[in-house]
């Protein structure tokens, strides 16, 4: 169920009433379309009254978002969306509040935001747009660019590790994370409606492309002719199963995942993994997290969705207790406690 403690609508809402009147100013071909027609699918979804929905945002292309959805928003600093979006819910607990954010913005300046607003865990929903470069700084490296790539700034090839955004996420104590390519909009719609849901900081990294400064760079799990055999969706409480013939499967191999042909080896559906997305241990999901090809498709969906208490719930929890505890009740009882006199 969608959390109670935000208003809903009373009426019912439809993704026009969320579409922008402003000019959206995106290179064409840009996956950030996609991305904003998701939102746009899922907001009259949630059901959650127009003004209840806030939308926040550093600097880069992903971060012209607020302009371009028709709610309330905040465009902030470079890598500070996260610290504005935590004040805003803590604030206001009764707003829903996203969060649109890039690769670099989130993970390079505003790394330090980003680990604690997810170790945290504020009910803020953070969409990553990762196209795995700086695209509105023409085309620096990132973070998640991978290594030994040529840039704007890396001539001979970046010697940077790059960051497992999933891996970083489940690092800072995630309770959601779910991956999606720009490229599946329902995938994309589903997850968001997932992420609204979850009460605590969810994480949804959208591997974006970008035409200009780093085209197909998500193609090898893209294509057409690859895309069935590296690409995993999750479904909760299903095998994980995959492949252009629904043939392969991930199992559990000792300690470490691992890919098996179903027919082969004695290997059947009955061993194949099954998705428990709500298990409190991170253990399985950050294997997945990890899981890149040649070896291993990308999983995509929800990865991990496990409850743990909530930061603005336990601040409104200690507002109550210390309302509750307090012998001050008025401004009067507060001038009049501690030491006082008067004066004749």
Not at 24 to 41: D, H, K, M
Not at 232 to 240: I, T
Request: aromatic residues 8%; neutral net charge; contains cysteine.
């Amino acid at each position: 169920m969608i959390q109670n403690t935000i208003d809903r609508s009373d009426v019912e809402l439809t993704k026009e009433d969320f579409v922008s009147d402003q000019m959206v100013r995106w290179c064409p071909g840009c996956g950030s379309y996609a991305i904003l027609t998701a939102v746009a699918n899922v907001f009259p979804k949630i059901g959650y009254k127009k003004e209840n929905f806030c939308v926040v945002s550093g600097i880069g292309c992903s971060s012209r978002f607020p302009y371009y959805v028709n709610t309330y928003g905040f465009h902030g600093i470079h890598g500070r969306a996260t610290a504005i979006a935590s004040g805003v819910k803590i604030a206001n607990p009764k707003l829903s509040v996203w969060i649109a954010t890039g690769d670099g913005d989130s993970m390079a300046i505003g790394g330090n935001h980003f680990i604690h607003i997810i170790r945290r865990n504020i009910d803020v929903n953070i969409i990553l747009f990762n196209n795995m470069i700086y695209g509105l700084t023409k085309g620096q490296y990132s973070p998640t660019t991978p290594m030994g790539q040529i840039t704007k700034t890396s001539p001979q090839g970046t010697i940077e590790h790059p960051f497992n955004t999933g891996e970083l996420v489940l690092g800072a104590q995630g309770t959601f994370f779910a991956r999606v390519t720009d490229t599946n909009v329902k995938m994309m719609t589903d997850v968001m409606f997932e992420s609204a849901k979850h009460d605590g900081t969810s994480v949804i990294e959208i591997l974006q492309n970008c035409v200009i400064y780093n085209d197909k760079i998500h193609s090898a799990i893209t294509r057409k002719d690859v895309k069935d055999d590296f690409q995993l969706h999750l479904k909760n409480g299903e095998p994980m199963i995959f492949g252009k013939n629904k043939d392969k499967g991930i199992i559990l191999n000792g300690t470490k995942l691992d890919v098996a042909t179903i027919g082969k080896n004695e290997i059947t559906e009955k061993n194949i993994l099954i998705h428990d997305q709500y298990q409190q241990d991170p253990g399985i999901h950050l294997m997945l997290a990890k899981m890149q090809p040649p070896n291993f498709p990308v999983a995509l969906g929800v990865i991990r969705s496990a409850m743990y208490p909530t930061y603005d719930d336990l601040v409104e929890e200690q507002i109550s207790q210390a309302k509750q505890n307090s012998k001050i009740r008025t401004v009067n009882d507060l001038l009049n406690s501690g030491d006082t006199w008067e004066i004749k």
